[in-house]
């Protein structure tokens, strides 16, 4: 599990590709290499991958066919930058809120309104399905970044930066157009999904009730 605080913005040193299959290398500081082993988990722009190969401060992980299909991963290019965060441990300060590093669909920037004290960023997600989840003043992972979505807009969502959170991350350079990973808040998804399936199961023997009469 992860928490969305950013702890390093990382260059990708390689990229090599073989078909619906890619193995990309970046540079990780020297504090984040700690205890580091093979199999270990990162959450890479949100997206928890395992640590495949370790060489002095070079991390290699791997990008299978679900996750180039799922994530905007297969868009990176050599130089480009990546949020990086180490899984939680039992005495860690979860000072977001918790996320999973599993990314449930990708959003596009449509607007970005920069001000001196705060970075405001518009986006929409690609698959209409998420949206139910997607509340006002809840938790949304947006590239591995814990925010908080401040408005909801004819199926926009409106994020805010706080000038640390666009230095400490990849967000505060992006532009409009750019792909973006999502993940929903994991609590919200289980509870509307259990009620949802409560209501059906319910709605199903009401259903029977009434047939059976």
Known sequence: ?????IQAIVPVHAINVTTNFKTYIVTLPTHLLLNLKIGCSISN???????????????????????????NMGMLKVGDLINIERPLSYHSEVGGHLMS?????????????T???????????????????????????VEGVSLTISKIHNNYIRVCL??????????GNKQINNII???????????INSVERI????NLKNSTSINNK
């Not at 599993?102 to 596009?108: L, N, W």
Request: with cysteine; aromatic share 8%.
């Open 1 to 5: 599990m992860f928490s969305g605080i």
């Open 45 to 71: 722009n949100g997206c928890c991958l395992t640590v495949i190969a370790i060489k002095h401060n070079l991390v290699s992980f791997n990008l299978i066919h679900e996750t180039l299909k799922l994530t």
């Open 101 to 113: 590093g599993h990314i449930d669909c990708t959003g596009k920037i449509k607007k970005i309104i």
């Open 115 to 141: 001000s001196k004290n705060n970075k405001i960023i518009w986006f929409r997600i690609k698959n209409k399905y998420f949206q139910k989840y997607i509340l006002q003043q809840g938790s949304i992972g």
């Open 162 to 171: 706080t000038p640390y959170t666009a230095i400490k991350t990849t967000l």
């Open 181 to 191: 990973n999502i993940e929903i808040d994991i609590i919200t998804k289980s509870v």
């Open 199 to 202: 209501l059906s199961i319910v």
